[in-house]
Nanobody, 120 residues
């Protein structure tokens, strides 16, 4: 069993910044990929950013240059630094991880989500 716990969401004005954190715990041998997805009301969940165990990253075009994903492998934690936030960034943000558990199975796990609202 793998658990992902997110924190750091909230209300911020346009142009502001927020940092999201997601800590993984449980039966973890290693984590291949960690990432952030978001879902706005009435829309499909979409990729925001992912980071691989070696440190390579991928970003959605809409956030490139404004958001930065990073991870602390020792803490099994991924971060999303969000700068220059726009109202269209408003969504529930979900952490995701592809985890090799201690029984040798690969698990795709999701956090419970944290709300980010960008509004004046």
């Amino acid at each position: 069993q793998v658990q992902l716990v997110e924190s750091g969401g909230g209300l911020v004005q346009p142009g502001g910044s927020l940092t999201l954190s997601c800590a993984a715990s449980g039966s973890i041998a290693s984590i291949y990929v960690m990432g952030w997805y978001r879902q706005a009301p009435g829309k499909q969940r979409e990729l925001v950013a992912v980071i691989h165990s070696g440190g390579s990253t991928n970003y959605a075009g809409s956030v490139k240059g404004r958001f930065t994903i990073s991870r602390d492998n020792a803490k099994n934690t991924v971060y999303l630094q969000m700068n220059s936030l726009k109202p269209e960034d408003t969504a529930a943000y979900y952490c995701n991880a592809a985890v090799l558990d201690r029984l040798g199975s690969v698990k795709n796990s999701w956090g419970q989500g944290t709300q980010v609202t960008v509004s004046s």
